[in-house]
């Protein structure tokens, strides 16, 4: 563990630190933003899963306020073209997630907190896991818990911390998020920041 709090405190004394810092200020402003808004950065997470997230944000950017209104046939077009893995159960996802549209911003405010947040996204909105739903809330300005992907697993692994699973069951993302929770604390950063540390050391590069 040490090896890797050592690698993200480099990086943190060069200019990636200035774009992360920057890059959370934008999902502070997200999360201020109305519930339609916030259903279309959902929407995004839910095109996030099992799929790239540099072609995910170009579809977002392509659809945009086409999440709210297109029918589920003209969605599954626009995910078509713009080549969307699997555009038919996405397309069905989102347009099954539109009876929350209009409520998404009460429903964020009315929580205890991110990990009841989390459940409730888990539990009601289809095609969202506990990677995509982590996802969603440090977009939107959470920063207490962390994002399990493979970028974030490979990493994990390489550094010797983890075995990298055959598959990611409910115990073995808790299990890994304590164990980033731990880093985190211990680098000095919020789970949110340190994902995108460790995603810049994993593909040099900084989204969302």
């Not at 259903?39 to 977002?60: G, M, P, V």
């Not at 945009?64 to 996405?90: A, C, I, M, T, W």
């Not at 304590?178 to 949110?192: E, F, M, N, Q």
Request: glycine share 4%; aromatic share 10%; with cysteine.
């Amino acid at each position: 563990m040490e090896k890797l709090i050592k690698d993200i405190k480099r990086l943190m004394g060069t200019n990636v630190k200035d774009k992360i810092d920057s890059r959370i200020k934008e999902f502070n402003i997200t999360g201020r933003k109305d519930s339609f808004t916030l259903f279309k950065e959902l929407c995004f997470c839910i095109l996030t899963a099992n799929f790239n997230a540099e072609k995910s944000i170009r579809i977002q950017r392509e659809i945009d306020n086409g999440f709210l209104l297109l029918s589920e046939e003209k969605l599954v077009d626009k995910l078509q073209k713009n080549g969307h893995r699997y555009p038919k159960s996405r397309a069905k996802y989102i347009v099954e997630a539109r009876r929350y549209k209009n409520v998404l911003k009460k429903i964020i405010e009315s929580s205890r907190d991110e990990y009841d947040l989390r459940e409730w996204l888990v539990r009601n909105i289809k095609g969202i896991g506990y990677k995509e739903a982590s996802h969603f809330l440090r977009n939107i300005g959470f920063k207490n818990i962390a994002i399990v992907d493979f970028h974030i697993i490979d990493l994990l692994s390489r550094y010797n911390l983890i075995e990298k699973p055959k598959y990611l069951s409910k115990n073995i993302y808790f299990q890994i998020e304590k164990l980033l929770r731990k880093i985190a604390k211990k680098t000095g950063v919020s789970p949110a920041e340190l994902d995108l540390y460790m995603w810049y050391m994993e593909t040099g590069k900084i989204l969302k």
